[in-house]
T-cell receptor, first 121, second 114 residues
Framework: GAVVSQHPSRVICKSGTSVKIECRSLDFQATTMFWYRQFPKQSLMLMATSNEGSKATYEQGVEKDKFLINHASLTLSTLTVTSAHPEDSSFYIC?????????????????FGAGSRLTVL | AQKITQTQPGMFVQEKEAVTLDCTYDTSDQSYGLFWYKQPSSGEMIFLIYQGSYDEQNATEGRYSLNFQKARKSANLVISASQLGDSAMYFCAMRMDSSYKLIFGSGTRLLVRP
């Protein structure tokens, strides 16, 4: 089946530093990856859509310069939180979409990573 | 604009009983998909079931079934024979076939009582 690995699962950093989160599709090529943010006890909010080899498309209200997204290969997308502040503390989840074994399932199911919990002190 | 609404912030169910989690949606698109995900306390998103807008039959996956009423724009999840391990957050989500973006509802926290 399709597996998405997200790393790190937990990260604690100081205010003002940058943090990079990786999202890898392990057994399929992900042409599109999505990044979500989830505050405690709230729903997932879509931040951006990234397509391999092109610039990410950000949702309204998401700061492009704060959340840098790179999708340089068909198996890797990265989210960099730049100059992190305590209000950036959150749970970040990626999901990937692509062909598994040469064909989509009929459901076009997106595969999610396990998430990354960021705490900015 | 697309919107997903889950009106039950929390639900209780007795072990071995069935429970229905409500989900309504709003879209002007004709082609879309509806999903249910389970999120345990660990945070991972577990795919449960999918229903396409053109599917005439309600989707079923083991103990999960989706009660799809297109005219009412509802896609309720039915969990039969609840188990203690079913305790988690449940999210309904919608994807437009034109964009592939998933939009999530606010979620329902289900607690299964022994």
């Amino acid at each position: 089946g399709a597996v998405v690995s997200q790393h790190p699962s937990r990260v604690i950093c100081k205010s003002g530093t940058s943090v990079k989160i990786e999202c890898r599709s392990l057994d399929f090529q992900a042409t599109t990856m999505f990044w979500y943010r989830q505050f405690p006890k709230q729903s997932l909010m879509l931040m951006a859509t990234s397509n391999e080899g092109s610039k990410a498309t950000y949702e309204q209200g998401v700061e492009k310069d704060k959340f840098l997204i790179n999708h340089a290969s068909l198996t890797l997308s990265t989210l960099t939180v730049t100059s992190a502040h305590p209000e950036d503390s959150s749970f970040y989840i990626c999901s990937a979409m692509g062909e598994v074994g040469g064909a989509f399932s009929g459901a076009n199911v997106l595969t999610f990573g396990a998430g990354s919990r960021l705490t900015v002190l | 604009a697309q919107k997903i609404t889950q009106t039950q912030p929390g639900m209780f169910v007795q072990e071995k009983e069935a429970v229905t989690l409500d989900c309504t949606y709003d879209t002007s698109d004709q082609s879309y998909g509806l999903f249910w995900y389970k999120q345990p306390s660990s945070g991972e998103m577990i795919f449960l079931i999918y229903q396409g807008s053109y599917d005439e039959q309600n989707a079923t996956e083991g103990r999960y079934s989706l009660n799809f009423q297109k005219a009412r724009k509802s896609a309720n999840l039915v969990i039969s024979a609840s188990q203690l391990g079913d305790s988690a957050m449940y999210f309904c989500a919608m994807r437009m076939d034109s964009s592939y973006k998933l939009i999530f509802g606010s979620g329902t926290r289900l607690l299964v009582r022994p």
